[in-house]
């Protein structure tokens, strides 16, 4: 039997402790005529075998048969003749929590209908209160095995991440309109958490969305295509900057493109190879769904293409970057297989992809 504990308290509870057991490992042998002493802001619930029985709201408690209904009937008479007991109590800070962080560890990988992937990442802050400590105590310690504020408030940031990412699943076309849709999307993401965290005993109070920023690989795709929007006409851009070109090293003597050919000849050459640039440059910033309907069906494909791929390769195959080939494989939608550090591709997982 352990030791019998006489005075049932968490004196030292912290404002930033969510829960507190008692004791602190193993099960507390108790007795009738023990005192429970819940200070404000505090409920205790007593806990045996995998489910929460009784509760003591704020105040100095004696333990009998009257106020522990359900214990009662858990009752053992042991040598000494005092009735005695087994359980855990743990504490419940009933204060509302502030300013509690939730972020992405990892970028999350979405569809975009202008850069075909987006990866972002995101962050805020929310505030919570338990509301039904009995409840709490069910879901948190007996079906998650969590007791500690560090465990818990991991256990509800995962919650948080899990919701948000079905939110921005759902609504997101492309990350150009996030900051205009940044209001509604918190707004549906503090739904969906609400009833996640109501089927815990909390009540969510307030939740905020801090910042949704792309990753670097993305935010390079949105850069580029910011520069290539701010060109205008990408032919004649192309075009002019090739005659350019050509016409610099035409006038430079010591240049080999002045040997053999007139500057007219250079200038001619310049123009067809800028018709050829600008037309490859101008597919490019086509939308991500204009060039799937453009490409090649596998069976179609060019010659020389190699039955199993680099993340290099595959990239080149469907014309985007590797950093999208990457997301691709990190959201399951393209088989790999990864072999060290290295991944590599089947052509057919590629054309398989395409076809889904």
């Avoid at 040997?259 to 440059?281: F, K, Y």
């Avoid at 179609?300 to 680099?310: I, L, N, Q, Y």
């Amino acid at each position: 039997m352990p030791n019998i504990i006489d005075v049932v308290q968490a004196p030292n509870m912290g404002a930033n402790d969510m829960v507190m057991r008692i004791p602190e490992n193993g099960a507390g042998a108790f007795k009738l005529g023990s005192q429970v002493i819940v200070r404000e802001s505090q409920t205790a619930i007593f806990y045996r075998d995998g489910k929460s029985l009784d509760s003591f709201p704020a105040g100095r408690h004696t333990i009998t048969t009257a106020n522990l209904p359900v214990l009662s009937d858990l009752l053992k008479l042991v040598t000494g003749g005092d009735n005695m007991f087994t359980a855990e109590v743990y504490f419940v800070n009933m204060r509302e929590f502030t300013d509690l962080k939730w972020g992405t560890p990892q970028p999350i990988s979405l569809r975009d209908s202008e850069l075909g992937f987006a990866r972002i990442r995101g962050f805020g802050q929310y505030t919570m209160q338990v509301s039904e400590p009995k409840r709490f105590v069910d879901q948190i310690v007996g079906t998650q095995g969590l007791y500690q504020t560090t465990q818990i408030e991991d256990y509800l940031r995962n919650v948080v991440i899990s919701k948000m990412t079905d939110v921005l699943g759902e609504n997101m076309t492309t990350i150009f309109d996030l900051p205009k849709l940044m209001e509604e999307m918190g707004a549906a993401i503090k739904a969906k958490c609400t009833d996640a965290f109501s089927a815990m005993g909390i009540t969510l109070k307030q939740f905020l969305i801090v910042s949704l920023t792309p990753t670097d690989e993305t935010a390079k795709a949105i850069d580029e295509r910011a520069s290539m929007g701010a060109i205008g006409d990408m032919n004649a851009y192309m075009k002019y900057k090739a005659a350019q070109a050509m016409g610099t090293a035409a006038a430079n003597p010591g240049s080999g493109a002045s040997e053999g050919v007139g500057l007219g000849a250079g200038l001619g050459m310049g123009m067809g190879m800028a018709g050829m640039i600008a037309n490859t440059m101008a597919s490019a910033t086509q939308p991500a769904q204009q060039q799937a309907a453009a490409a090649p069906q596998p069976a179609a494909a060019a010659a020389g293409v190699p039955d199993v791929m680099t993340l290099e390769e595959a990239a080149a195959y469907l014309k985007v970057t590797p950093a999208d080939i990457q997301a691709a494989i990190d959201a399951g939608e393209l088989k790999a297989k990864k072999i060290g550090s290295s991944y590599r591709i089947a052509k057919d997982s590629i054309d398989a992809y395409l076809s889904a």
